[in-house]
């Protein structure tokens, strides 16, 4: 076991080299030619198949199945990116088992869905490993779009535009593109800057320029960006993060879990991420489950998942759950956060527990701590938007805001779910809509 596994307070270095390597390697390993035939030959070819209406994108999925199935992968990837650009990042990432996969026959009649997601990063990676970028540009239609933000959303919304002639520049904050893809997503999911070589190979539509270290109200603003360009986009997704509002919040140790998964995103050397030996991590959601997995398999010795109601409430899926447990984070549910104790630094969180609906109990316990992650939620940033509907820009139709010229999609818009793959899908959408507005 390594030296500094029982290590008090936030270090890094706990674990053996090795023991790196081993956890944040691919969760899924990718299937090889003969595993893809054999899991392809599971698809019954439904026609109107309920995987296909369970999918955002609407991806034609017996089809790329088939087209698998057949010798033609190639083929297969042509069929999925059609619909969907991000493919091999939505086949990572997807919440399949609550998607395609739950909806799927073969998951009905014997528990064990069809490989959708494995067999859709089958033909995807296949297809971009050769360099190959399968569309081309229409011709020029002489208009000009701005895309603020280079996430999902953005991303997708700007090749379809590129893709059908408009010249396309994407703006974002960060100093690099991907959005959640490159900053929110855990290491294990996307491997290999995986990330950052789809962006690179959705480029090579041409016609889109980027730029980096601008956002709105920082370098942008709304109105310029209407009298420069013929449309607008905003993809900007949520750049706040919800506070717990307790007393002791600003504590040392007491951190954003979306900062803490972007740190280790970025790092070239994971032995060199800090991390505390006894970590509890608020919330119930993907992010909270990631945080928490990573953080054990960062070398902390006790990792608590707490979340205000039931398992059956929480945004993570059931796999999620279960992968946190067989990772060895403890879960509990129906406690939520009354205080954060210590002398600057956390040193324990109290929690109190509630009924289903909320209600305190009166009854608390105390969870040691030297590390406590906050992942109850984001909001929206940014000035000069577009009127909100609550706490997000309120679109209509395919994007439409409350100015004229001005879409918007992804997690900053009202009818998102928080998935990249629906991001994707508002994005595409609100490019053919600009599209035809531009086009009369």
């Not at 500094?4 to 936030?10: I, P």
């Not at 086949?91 to 494995?118: D, F, N, W």
């Not at 991303?155 to 904050?173: F, P």
């Not at 900062?259 to 959601?285: E, W």
Request: hydrophobic letters at 40%.
């Amino acid at each position: 076991m390594a030296q500094n596994v029982f290590t008090q307070g936030v270090v890094a270095g706990r674990l053996a080299p090795d023991d790196y390597e081993a956890g944040f390697s691919d969760l899924h390993a990718p299937l090889d030619d003969h595993e893809a035939l054999v899991a392809a030959d599971r698809c019954y070819f439904c026609h109107d198949a309920p995987c296909i209406t369970a999918c955002p994108t609407d991806i034609d999925i017996p089809l790329f199945i088939r087209q698998i199935a057949t010798g033609t992968p190639d083929a297969a990837a042509k069929t999925i990116l059609t619909q969907n650009i991000m493919g091999g990042m939505c086949a990572r990432v997807c919440p399949t088992e609550t998607l395609c996969e739950e909806a799927c026959v073969r998951e009905l009649a014997e528990g064990k869905p069809v490989l959708i997601g494995q067999l859709q990063r089958y033909a995807t990676d296949g297809l971009q490993s050769k360099g190959v970028h399968p569309f081309e540009r229409a011709k020029s239609t002489g208009k000009r779009v701005a895309v603020v933000g280079a996430g999902p959303a953005g991303l997708a919304c700007a090749h379809r535009l590129a893709m059908l002639g408009s010249d396309v520049t994407v703006y974002d904050a960060r100093p690099k593109p991907g959005g959640l893809n490159e900053y929110g997503i855990a290491t294990y999911k996307t491997t290999n800057g995986f990330a950052q070589a789809e962006v690179d190979w959705l480029l090579k539509i041409g016609g889109i320029t980027t730029e980096y270290g601008k956002a709105l109200g920082s370098g942008l603003s709304l109105s310029s960006l209407q009298a420069e360009y013929d449309a607008v986009f905003l993809g900007i997704g949520l750049g706040g993060v919800n506070a717990l509002n307790l007393a002791g919040e600003d504590k040392d140790g007491v951190l954003d879990a979306v900062d803490f998964i972007a740190d280790l995103r970025q790092a070239s050397d994971l032995a060199k991420v800090p991390v505390g030996r006894d970590v509890v991590v608020i919330g119930g959601g993907m992010t909270a489950v990631d945080a928490a997995v990573q953080a054990k398999l960062l070398g902390a010795l006790n990792v608590t998942l707490v979340y205000r109601r039931g398992r059956d409430r929480m945004n993570a899926s059931v796999f999620e759950q279960d992968l946190a447990a067989s990772k060895g984070v403890r879960i509990i549910t129906n406690a939520s956060p009354v205080a954060i104790h210590g002398n600057g630094t956390v040193r324990e969180i109290e929690f109190e527990y509630t009924t289903d609906d909320l209600k305190p109990t009166g009854q608390t316990v105390r969870l040691a701590a030297d590390q406590v992650f906050k992942a109850i939620g984001q909001s929206l940033e940014g000035s000069d938007l577009p009127d909100l509907d609550g706490r997000k820009i309120a679109v209509t139709g395919a994007g439409r805001t409350s100015v004229k010229g001005v879409w918007a999609g992804g997690d900053c818009a009202t009818g998102g779910d928080d998935l990249t793959v629906t991001a994707v899908a508002e994005g595409r959408d609100a490019a053919m809509d600009i599209h035809a507005s531009l086009m009369g």
